[in-house]
């Protein structure tokens, strides 16, 4: 009997016990985390970050105390890489101590900021900092800050353009859209520069808006659109330029090449073998003027088709009203007919003659004297000259009456 009664004991000992142990094991933790919360506290949002070797980054720091421990924190770098530089900053100031205020009432959180320095020698990999608040009597506080270094960050900001290529014939505009985006932790101002070859220009233009600008801001983690506006000179040689276009910032330098390609170099010349532009002409008669074309150009021009503008019922023909094709540099002349119309005034008028085809175009403004013609003067003549032996032959018959 006793030793079914000692069995009974020892069952129920082992049930109790291990109860008790986890008890005890939960007060134990319930004091372990408390005490681990108890005292000075130094975090940051974000205590891991990747960087490239010869780059700055900054951390946030928040402090709080328990309420009623408020204290003056002494800040220091417990550990750190060789030859990498750090300092803590609040305000505008470098700083060594922080006050950190006990009262929870307040809700407010001391804070500061650790700047870091990586050389430009590091290798790529992880690298651990330390850094260490103190505010006395064994209130301390360790926060350890994870910086990868890479040569490409994961997060890299960049400037790209839509179509990077283009052509076109000599005195084409040509426009290019281009996206900035910013993926650094902070705002950044771009400086804008072109290297463009001489006597070309380039432009730069926010998207949705219409005035020039020489800097632009992205805000953090976004991204803006540019339009690049580049304008070659008139008198360009055919052939491929490349522009490199550059944005600079604090943090950044972003850069993109832009392709130019010149077609060629498009321009056409009208006016007339001896330079002059006038001419006289008669009424219901046609009057040639020769036409001198000339491709001033370095393409061949095809389709060239002449027109005018003259005054009402007047008639401008030509000897070939479309020249299908002219070579770079050759000129030719074309006959135009000027017939001004049938009870036209005398006195001098405007009449304008174009060339053009889809590439070039040019004109020349005659002036046409209209003229009375000599057979109206001879008749004029006559008939004065009849009137006068006839006013003669009146006078004397019946003079002598």
């Not at 980054?57 to 530089?85: H, I, Q, R, Y």
């Not at 020249?323 to 770079?328: K, M, Q, T």
Request: glycine fraction near 8%; charged fraction near 20%; include cysteine.
């Amino acid at each position: 009997m006793k030793s079914a009664r000692n069995n009974i004991i020892s069952s129920k000992t082992r049930a109790v016990i291990p109860a008790l142990a986890m008890t005890a094991a939960m007060i134990l933790g319930v004091s372990s985390a408390s005490a681990a919360g108890d005292g000075l506290d130094m975090s940051t949002v974000y205590p891991g970050i990747t960087i490239k070797a010869g780059e700055s980054a900054t951390f946030d720091l928040d402090f709080t105390c328990d309420e009623g421990e408020s204290c003056d924190a002494e800040l220091s770098v417990k550990s750190m890489p060789e030859n990498w530089t750090g300092y803590f900053k609040g305000g505008s100031k470098q700083i060594t101590r922080v006050h950190v205020d006990g009262d929870a009432a307040t809700g407010d959180k001391a804070e500061a900021d650790f700047n870091l320095t990586v050389p430009e020698d590091t290798e790529d990999g992880v690298y651990t900092v330390e850094l260490e608040a103190d505010g006395g009597a064994g209130n301390t506080d360790i926060l350890e800050l994870s910086v990868t270094v890479s040569r490409e960050e994961a997060l890299q900001s960049s400037f790209t353009s839509e179509y990077p290529e283009q052509q076109g014939a000599s005195g084409t505009t040509f426009s290019f859209n281009t996206t900035v985006v910013n993926n650094r932790a902070d705002d950044q101002t771009y400086t804008i520069t072109a290297d463009v070859p001489t006597g070309w220009q380039a432009r730069f233009t926010p998207s949705g808006e219409s005035t020039n600008v020489a800097s632009l801001p992205v805000t953090a983690g976004s991204s803006q659109g540019m339009t690049v506006t580049v304008t070659p000179p008139e008198n360009v040689e055919k052939g491929d330029y490349t522009i490199p276009i550059s944005l600079v910032s604090a943090e950044d330098t972003l850069s993109t090449e832009l392709t130019v390609s010149i077609t060629g170099t498009y321009s056409v010349l009208l006016s007339t073998s001896d330079g002059r532009l006038s001419l006289d002409a008669y009424a219901d008669k046609e009057t040639s003027v020769t036409l001198s074309v000339t491709n001033q150009g370095n393409v061949d021009l095809e389709n060239l088709n002449l027109t005018s503008s003259a005054p009402t019922d007047w008639e401008v023909t030509f000897s070939e009203s479309t020249i299908d094709l002219l070579e770079a540099g050759a000129t030719k002349e074309v006959t135009a007919y000027v017939k001004p119309c049938q009870n036209v005034i005398t006195g001098d008028y405007a009449t304008t003659i174009s060339i053009r085809n889809d590439e070039a175009s040019s004109s020349a403004d005659f002036r046409v004297s209209v003229k009375t013609s000599t057979t109206w003067g001879i008749v004029a003549i006559g008939v004065i000259v009849v009137l006068v032996v006839a006013l003669g032959m009146i006078f004397k018959k019946f003079g002598r009456r």
